[in-house]
């Protein structure tokens, strides 16, 4: 996606203007900058439908602008984890993780490995929001009393460290920048009236202890979209539920695509007849 590192337009592109890496000259995107990508490179490769357009979190930002984009494109949306606008405790979330990067006296250098350690703290930050206190209280819990070397904490460190080989601060601190600025009905008109306008068949699911994007996010989703579905997956995962519950949200979408097909077939009947 735009302002990702990975094979688009990002901060650590070349900027023509200067020949060298935009770094911190990388403007600010929207959810709806990403879409329009999205859309140019489906004319691009002239895809005249999409049958199920399936995004989560961020993903399921994207996705749901698609679908208010070109309502008439679309035949199927699954809307996993996400909102119609992101809430002032998701904005407070990624302005910490922010602020840790900014705390790195690295951050305001002009080469690629700038802010890292800062960004490795924000990822711990950004776990304690994905996660829940079930997850790690399953997982993390040292067995017998320590006064040191907490299994919390090196799974916190390694979690920073991870990321830190795969991303760069750069587009961290974009793409946090954008998923705030998300909102359907920015310069649109009421999020309500924006949400009655996809057209598509549309199924929306939450997960049960997710704390970043709490399922009644979700549930107004399903409540504004035309006849959509809601599900909701049980799961100790918190929002990481949906990458890790993937046999039971496997079975939420092939329950939704059966039903779409046995609905069609019911109607193709009732014309035949």
């Not at 399921?60 to 070109?70: D, M, P």
């Not at 998923?179 to 939450?206: F, K, N, P, Q, W």
């Amino acid at each position: 996606m735009l302002g990702s590192c990975y094979g688009t337009t990002g901060p650590l592109t070349e900027n023509p203007g200067t020949g060298g890496y935009y770094f911190h000259d990388f403007p600010e995107i929207t959810i709806r900058d990403m879409v329009a990508a999205h859309e140019a490179l489906r004319r691009h490769l002239k895809i005249e439908r999409i049958h199920l357009l399936i995004g989560g979190s961020l993903g399921g930002q994207q996705a749901l602008e698609w679908a208010i984009l070109q309502p008439k494109l679309i035949d199927h949306l699954a809307l996993i984890a996400t909102n119609a606008r992101h809430s002032a405790w998701g904005i407070a979330f990624n302005e910490s993780q922010r602020m840790a990067i900014e705390a790195d006296s690295t951050w305001y250098r002009r080469y690629p490995e700038a802010g890292d350690a800062g960004m490795r703290a924000a990822r711990a930050v950004a776990l304690l929001s994905y996660r829940h206190y079930d997850t790690y209280a399953g997982a993390q819990t040292d067995p017998e009393p320590v006064l040191d070397n907490y299994k919390a904490v090196s799974y916190q460190q390694y979690q920073g460290e991870k990321l830190s080989r795969r991303f760069n601060a750069f587009s961290y601190y974009r793409l946090s920048q954008a998923m705030d600025a998300h909102h359907v009905g920015r310069g649109r008109d009421t999020v309500e009236t924006v949400l009655s306008r996809i057209e598509a068949r549309t199924l929306v699911v939450g997960i049960s202890t997710d704390i970043l994007f709490p399922v009644p996010e979700q549930q107004y989703l399903a409540r504004h979209i035309p006849g959509a579905e809601f599900r909701e997956i049980h799961s100790i995962y918190g929002h990481d539920g949906f990458l890790v519950e993937t046999d039971k949200l496997g079975e939420l979408l092939n329950d939704f695509l059966r039903g779409s097909q046995l609905q069609s077939s019911a109607l193709k009947s009732l014309f035949a007849a």
